[in-house]
């Protein structure tokens, strides 16, 4: 029976924190996912590397990937920078499957979101 996984992948920083908070995110949704593998990778700057998680993850016997980008907009890494490293994983190992998900910023919960940051403040 093949196995599942969840991809977060986050663009990557310099700073020690922002990997810090990635990772923490990560390890929140690990709690909560009912993945056999779920796992955190990043655009630039960090290791792993898309293409490493995902080497990884197959050795480990994933073979069904959702990959969530956790980023807020459509920038040009989620119109062309990943769906390119998709392909080349597609054409690299072909007896799996990759599904794309869509940035967070057109969800009406971050609404709320904002709203309880800002009254926070208030």
């Known amino acids: 029976m093949s196995k599942n996984a969840l991809v977060l992948l986050g663009h990557g920083s310099k700073s020690t924190e922002a990997v810090e908070d990635f990772n923490y995110i990560v390890s929140l949704v690990k709690e909560k996912a009912s993945y056999d593998f779920t796992a955190g990778a990043h655009m630039e700057l960090v290791n792993p590397s898309l293409q490493e998680i995902?080497?990884?993850l197959y050795e480990q016997g994933a073979r069904e990937f959702v990959i969530?980008?956790?980023?807020?907009?459509?920038g040009m890494h989620i119109k062309e920078?990943?769906?390119e490293i998709?392909?080349?994983l597609k054409a690299k190992y072909t007896?799996?499957?990759f599904t794309f998900?869509?940035?967070f910023?057109?969800?009406a919960m971050l609404a709320d979101l904002i709203l309880k940051q800002a009254n926070?403040?208030?």
């Open 86 to 88: 998709i392909d080349g």
């Open 54 to 56: 995902t080497a990884e």
């Open 105 to 107: 910023g057109k969800q």
């Open 95 to 97: 007896d799996a499957k």
């Open 120 to 122: 926070e403040l208030a």
């Open 68 to 74: 969530l980008p956790y980023f807020l907009f459509n």
């Open 81 to 83: 920078d990943i769906p």
């Open 101 to 103: 998900g869509k940035p």
